[in-house]
């Protein structure tokens, strides 16, 4: 038998078909995997300016209660730390200072046994502020998320 079709002529070869779909999927891959990496530089390069610049958080409690106790976050030598306190009297005001951000931050006042009514403030040097009011017996103001 002979490589001849049956008029008589000799069957040309086939080109070779490249195939697209290897290239598709490879660029389909890259191109995500190079948007990310651009993201994740963007991001860290924010992050490494939030942890050097300076903060000045300040907490304030008013309100008629003779009886509380106030706990909230600080940071001593670079380490976050908890105060707690009673003050005798209110008003009361407080502030310190850390380098970097603060995430979920928590202040908190209880009011004692006597009731009364307290209402907290935390306001941080970037322009957030957090306020929570409470009345009662052991009843609780919180202030997060600074």
Known sequence: MSDQDPGGSPEAPRPRRRRLWPWVLLLAVLVPAGAAAVAVEVVAGELAGEVTRPLRITYEV??????????????????????????????????????????????????????????????????????????????TATCDGF
């Open 62 to 139: 008013t309100g008629t209660a003779e009886d509380v106790t106030i706990t909230y976050p600080t940071w001593q030598n670079g380490y976050l730390s908890t105060a707690r306190l009673t003050p005798r009297t209110l008003p009361w005001a407080g502030e310190t200072r850390t380098r970097g951000f603060m995430n979920g931050g928590s202040f908190v006042v209880t009011i004692g046994a006597s009731g009364g009514s307290v209402a907290c403030a935390v306001t941080v040097d970037d322009g957030t502020v957090r306020t929570a009011t409470a009345s009662g017996t052991f009843a």
